[in-house]
């Protein structure tokens, strides 16, 4: 366990608090002797749950002094939201003052089971389990705001496509969302930014925010109408203000962070690198612990303060594997001291029942949905993750084809950006594909929109696909019938060097119909080009109608149809 002694200069700023403190509890009836009482609390928390109610199959390694092996590794199931229940009780024993906190993206980008229900079973287990506050993270604004604030609420009201409430109803979360730096218009904040909380005699002021680059990583529509204010101003300033309303401490919920050498580090933050660091840099020595997420890494570490003394920053991984146990205490003469470890969520430490009977629940609910065969795919979806894939081509064929009717929209061409293909599969042996097979390659529930761009436009925007250099950029990988080709050494907004549709060059003059999903509609992975041009329909879900087409019978495509000029190949 990783044990910090605030040293001098930030002792002296919360010997202020100290002295505050001093003050108050004479009040509240402390020894008259004028010595500060011995105080303490814990603090449980996690981060990047994304809707992982079900114990993995696959094996975790992670790093921690206290392994009995060479280089400290260890192996094993870690996670599973009864496990991580079970584990959370189990750590709260004998606490007398103790609080379980989230840092973010605990739900949404999950597995069926949860994505299914609108992540609704994760947000009651996770309620069940104990959480008090968690910080919004990027993946909450996936489905909007009002469905956030649904999740928040509770209640059925429908925002998106799929149906809420679709195995039993939702009361909401039973834990607070905090973000503190995501504002509308008027500077008003989605949902509170800061809470208080009072540990025998000690108040704690927490915060809680999104990383500021959430509209960039972000369905665009999901973050409409909302700014993200910068982390380390935001947080300073409500540090200021939670100090003059009487906290002793503050805490920062952030779903930002780092990396560190083997992911996830138990008692140690080896190699510890990334974004959050210049956040933290500009951090005010009031916020001396910083519980932190986003990267899916695990660390616990000990950092020094601009200005002398130091800072506790930790990370509990991803999907329930591990628990920061932070532990806060204060001696007699007022000196506070925190130690954090990030205890592994094994299996093995039982399960917390009524969040087993949830999971369960919902496992059977979901396993009629998941092995639905839907229909079967003649060929080898190999090579799945590779760009310009088989499985790519067949996602864009299939939202062509969803689109395609003139009622539907008549659509001439659709394009799938490759983060779009999330997961690879492989059709069975008889060529069967699942429903939860293509649910994990597209989770999001996102839906087609037909756009209208003349041939100029339409090159505009697969000149979109490259970046200020060679390296740069994402690629939009077109249906049957559509293929271009580029040149990356070429100067920027010359890399299309050809585009045809059955065979023709691009008319600069005709209007073409494009299919797209609503997240590159709206602009998203850089797209700007779209988001202006007029939508002339709204398709289904993108799911959806690639079980449509894979119940019509398809053969796989191998031929590519975006090909690299300098490689003088197709694009793998
Ligand atoms: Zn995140």
Redesign the pocket.
């Known amino acids: 366990m990783i044990r910090l002694t605030l040293r001098p200069l930030h002792a002296g700023i919360l010997a202020t608090a100290a002295l505050a403190l001093g003050g108050c509890a004479t009040v509240r009836g402390a020894p008259s002797s004028g010595g500060t009482r011995p105080a303490g609390f814990q603090i449980l928390a996690i981060n990047?749950f994304h809707g992982n109610l079900e114990v993995p199959t696959q094996q975790t390694t992670w790093y921690g002094s206290q392994a009995a092996v060479p280089g400290g590794e260890q192996r094993a199931v870690l996670g599973g939201a009864a496990p991580l229940a079970a584990k959370l009780a189990a750590l709260r024993q004998g606490q007398a003052n103790t609080i379980t906190v989230g840092a973010?993206?605990l739900i949404s980008a999950s597995p069926l089971i949860s994505a299914y229900y609108l992540d609704e079973p994760s947000i009651a287990a996770l309620s069940q389990m104990g959480l008090e506050l968690a910080a919004v993270?990027?993946?909450e604004f996936d489905r909007g705001t009002d469905e956030l604030r649904r999740l928040q609420d509770g209640g059925c009201g429908k925002n998106t496509p799929r149906e809420p409430c679709a195995l039993e109803p939702f009361s909401g979360a039973g834990f607070s969302y905090l973000a503190a730096n995501v504002l509308d218009d008027n500077g008003q904040t989605l949902f509170p930014g800061t809470a208080m909380r009072r540990f025998g005699d000690v108040d704690v002021g927490f915060i809680g925010m999104t990383l500021k680059g959430t509209p960039q990583v972000s369905s665009p529509a999901g973050t409409a109408g909302w700014r993200f204010a910068d982390e380390a101003d935001t947080a300073n300033r409500l540090a200021a203000e939670l100090t003059a309303q009487g906290a002793d401490l503050v805490v920062l919920l952030l779903?930002q962070g780092a990396t560190v050498e083997g992911m996830f580090r138990a008692d140690d933050c080896a190699g510890l690198d990334g974004p959050v660091l210049p956040i933290l840099e500009r951090l005010s020595p009031a916020i001396p612990l910083v519980i932190s997420?986003?990267t899916h890494n695990a660390y616990v570490c000990r950092m020094p303060m601009a200005g002398g003394g130091e800072r506790l920053l930790t990370s509990a991984g991803r999907y329930g594997a591990f628990v920061s146990d932070i532990r806060v205490s204060r001696d007699a003469a007022g000196r506070w001291t925190m130690d954090a470890i990030n205890v592994p969520v094994k299996s093995d430490g039982g399960e917390m029942a009524g969040v087993a009977a949830l999971v369960a629940r919902y496992a059977t609910a979901t396993q009629a949905v998941a092995n639905r065969v839907i229909g079967r795919i003649d060929g080898s979806l190999e090579r799945g993750m590779q760009v310009d894939s088989p499985l790519a081509r067949l996602v864009a064929d299939a939202q062509l084809a969803a689109t395609r009717p003139p009622e539907a929209g008549g659509a001439d061409i659709a394009f799938i950006n490759q983060g779009g293909v999330r997961a690879a599969f492989q059709p069975a042996a008889d060529g069967s594909v699942t429903f939860g097979q293509i649910f994990t390659l597209q989770p999001f529930s996102n839906t087609l929109e037909v756009k209208a761009l003349t041939g100029a436009a339409l090159l505009a925007l697969l000149e979109q696909q490259f970046g200020e250099t060679a390296e740069d950029g994402t690629i939009l990988i077109p249906s049957t019938g559509f293929t271009f080709t580029f040149d990356r050494t070429r100067p920027v907004g010359q890399r299309i060097v050809a585009a045809t549709l059955n065979g023709e060059p691009l008319d600069p003059a005709r209007t073409y119909r494009v299919t797209v999903n609503n997240f590159l509609a709206a602009g998203g992975d850089g797209f700007t080009s779209l988001a202006p041009a007029p939508s002339v329909a709204h398709g289904g879900v993108d799911v959806d109608a690639l079980a449509a087409f894979i119940a019509a019978g398809v053969t796989v495509d191998p031929l590519a149809r975006v090909i690299d000029a300098g490689a003088a190949a197709p694009v793998q």
């Open positions: 990047d973010g993206d993270g990027n993946h779903h997420g986003h």
